[in-house]
Structures are given as structure tokens and as C-alpha cells.
Nanobody
Framework: HVQLVESGGGLVQAGGSFRLSCAAS????????VGWFRQAPGKERVLVAT????????YYEDAVKGRFTISRDNAKKMVYLQMSSLKPEDTAVYYC??????????????WGQGTQVTVSS
């Protein structure tokens, strides 16, 4: 069983930076792809970035390309989302999720509870 716990959110001014962390537990997490999703008020949850188990493959939504960087440390069972040049439209609850069978499966088996990121203008 995998448990995910996000941390690192808060309030920041536009142009600022945050690093979100996702602490994972469970034996299968190191072999699972991990993704960061976000959900803004009144909107659907959106996939923001993903990283494969080996870190070889990453994906970014167009809106965050060049500003966000996803990384992982399997030894520490941690996944990070470095966010820079933040914009008010980045305001959302950010979730990390793990996919046992890879991103292409579209099946996100485990979810964290989310962490709020608020960007003021």
C-alpha cells in the first residue's frame, strides 16, 4: 500500500517560487510513475507534470513548461515540484498521485490529500 503526503504550499506573490514535496511510503512507490495534479476552485483537476519511475521521462502541461520542474529521489521516496515565476492562475490545490503501471495506463492508484498554493497578484 502506498501513502502520499504533500507539503510545501502556501501564499506567495506573483513571480515567486515554491517547492512542493510529496513524501511516499510503500514498497511499490519506487517503481511507480508519479504525477502532480492541480485543481483550482470551480475547475476540474488537471495533470500538471509527471515523472517516470526511473526519472527518464517527464511531462509538463503547456501552461507550466519552462516554469515547473518535477524530480524525484527514490532513495528518499520523495517527489518534488519546483515552481517558479508563479502566476495568479497557478493558484490551486496541488495533489501528487502514483501510477503503478506507468503514466500511459491513465490509472492513478494512490493520491495525497493535497496542498494549497495561492499566488497573489
Amino acid at each position: 500500500h502506498v501513502q502520499l503526503v504533500e507539503s510545501g504550499g502556501g501564499l506567495v506573490q506573483a513571480g515567486g517560487s515554491f517547492r512542493l514535496s510529496c513524501a511516499a511510503s510503500g514498497r511499490t512507490v519506487s517503481t511507480s510513475a508519479v504525477g502532480w495534479f492541480r485543481q483550482a476552485p470551480g475547475k476540474e483537476r488537471v495533470l500538471v507534470a509527471t515523472i517516470s519511475a526511473s526519472s527518464f521521462t517527464t511531462y509538463y502541461e503547456d501552461a507550466v513548461k519552462g516554469r515547473f520542474t518535477i524530480s524525484r529521489d527514490n532513495a528518499k521516496k520523495m517527489v518534488y515540484l519546483q515552481m517558479s515565476s508563479l502566476k495568479p492562475e497557478d493558484t490551486a490545490v496541488y495533489y501528487c498521485a502514483a501510477a503503478r503501471n506507468g503514466v500511459s495506463s491513465g490509472q492513478w492508484h494512490y493520491w495525497g490529500q493535497g496542498t494549497q498554493v495561492t499566488v497573489s497578484s
